[in-house]
Nanobody
Framework: QVQLVESGGGLVHPVASLSLSCAPP????????MCWYRQAPGKRRELVAA???????QYADFVKGRFTIRRENAKNTLYLQMNSLKPEDTAVYYCNAAGSNVYWGQGTQVTVSS
């Protein structure tokens, strides 16, 4: 069972920045649409951002202009740069790969609090 591994979560103050990483094994990154999801306590998991294998990106309205998703195929790594963080961004963030199969990470906690 392939599981993706996220890193980079933590506790930050409002308006701070944080960068998440996800390094899928093998050729998953280059052959899949890669996504970041998040799930806050008591809420449903929601899509934050996605990037296709061709590099097309899409963002949820609540992160547009603040978050950037990118992939570095040479490093086999997916990133989520999060700027101007708000308390409502607090959630567990999950890496997701959707290709011939679907893979999830175990999640990384992001807490935004003063």
């Amino acid at each position: 069972q392939v599981q993706l591994v996220e890193s980079g979560g933590g506790l930050v103050h409002p308006v701070a920045s944080l960068s998440l990483s996800c390094a899928p094994p093998g050729s998953i990154l280059s052959s899949s649409t890669m996504c970041w999801y998040r799930q806050a306590p008591g809420k449903r998991r929601e899509l934050v951002a996605a990037i296709s294998s061709g590099g097309t990106t899409q963002y949820a309205d609540f992160v547009k202009g603040r978050f950037t998703i990118r992939r570095e195929n040479a490093k086999n790594t997916l990133y989520l740069q999060m700027n101007s963080l708000k308390p409502e961004d607090t959630a567990v963030y999950y890496c997701n790969a959707a290709g011939s199969n679907v893979y999830w990470g175990q999640g990384t906690q992001v807490t935004v609090s003063s």
